[in-house]
């Protein structure tokens, strides 16, 4: 899991590095092509089935649609307001998934782990500060993105098992090139790659299905209430990478609000195990 979350921190950072140089329909198409192309070389090494008739029913579609929606917000949200903003709204997806078991799947959730949601809640508007004279709406599609990541993580719980992996991350990284085709009319012009842009981009290749492989086999090999606080691992991470990388200084009110998210989900994560409520 630790793997995962520093995978996905390096390639949050290769995004916001590609964005200096290409537009942000680019990246996507950029990042989301060569993610394709892994998955389509470890598809026939494997030989594993991309096709699969479980991908047109309307629970994969959705998940997919989920997944270009998100894709797209977050990138947004990265590129120009932060990556250590964007990132500390993400982890609230979590305490979302927990919000969206108790209404899709009538779960029960207690008493103490709703007071945990609204202090996990509370952490996140202190880290966009809408109150701040720095705000911008922009932060707000990190949170549409947390929402549509919480659908597709309670989505995925209803695709058959017999999904390969290998299948489920082709077509997420389709997923993001789809986005990034959406996104062509509504941001500059595409542009010459450079070799800086290329290097970054073959780093992608290695860092983003690393990481994808690394997190689904975390999550189906262990035990679910020890292995999922470690997601929050991906936030310092993230915000150590915005420090050297991009010149990001969190003040005191953000770096509290990332407190507040994380110590909520884990909290949440920790009691639901020893509950055993199945809500993650």
Not at 27 to 45: E, M, N, Y
Not at 135 to 158: H, P, Q
Request: charged share 10%; net charge neutral; proline share 4%.
């Amino acid at each position: 899991m630790i793997s995962a979350m520093v995978g996905f921190a390096v390639e949050d950072a290769i995004i916001k590095k590609l964005s200096n140089s290409m537009p942000i329909s680019q990246v996507l198409i950029s990042i989301g092509t060569i993610g394709l192309l892994v998955f389509l070389i470890l598809a026939f090494i494997n030989n594993v089935s991309l096709f699969s008739p479980h991908i047109r029913t309307f629970t994969f579609i959705f998940r997919m649609f989920s997944e270009l929606v998100s894709s797209i917000c977050f990138v947004i949200t990265i590129v120009f307001v932060s990556l250590s903003v964007s990132s500390a709204i993400l982890q609230i997806t979590p305490i979302l998934v927990a919000i969206g078991g108790s209404i899709f799947f009538k779960q029960n959730v207690p008493l103490y782990q709703w007071i945990f949601i609204f202090v996990g809640l509370s952490g996140v508007l202190l880290v966009i500060q809408p109150s701040a004279d720095g705000f911008t709406l922009l932060s707000l599609l990190a949170v549409i993105g947390s929402f549509f990541l919480a659908f597709r993580d309670l989505v995925t719980r209803s695709i058959s098992n017999s999904i390969p992996v290998i299948t489920i991350a082709f077509w997420g990284f389709f997923s993001l090139t789809i986005g990034g085709f959406i996104c062509v009319p509504f941001f500059d012009q595409l542009q010459p790659y450079s070799s800086e842009s290329l290097i970054l981009i073959i780093l992608s290749a290695l860092f983003g299905p690393l990481a994808y492989l690394s997190l689904v086999a975390a999550t189906r090999g262990g035990d679910v209430a020890v292995i999922s606080p470690y997601r929050y691992t991906r936030l310092p991470f993230a915000l150590a990478l915005g420090f050297f990388l991009f010149d990001e200084y969190p003040d005191r009110w953000m770096i509290l609000g990332c407190f507040l998210i994380v110590f909520s989900g884990v909290f949440i994560m920790y009691l639901s195990g020893r509950k055993k409520i199945d809500i993650f």
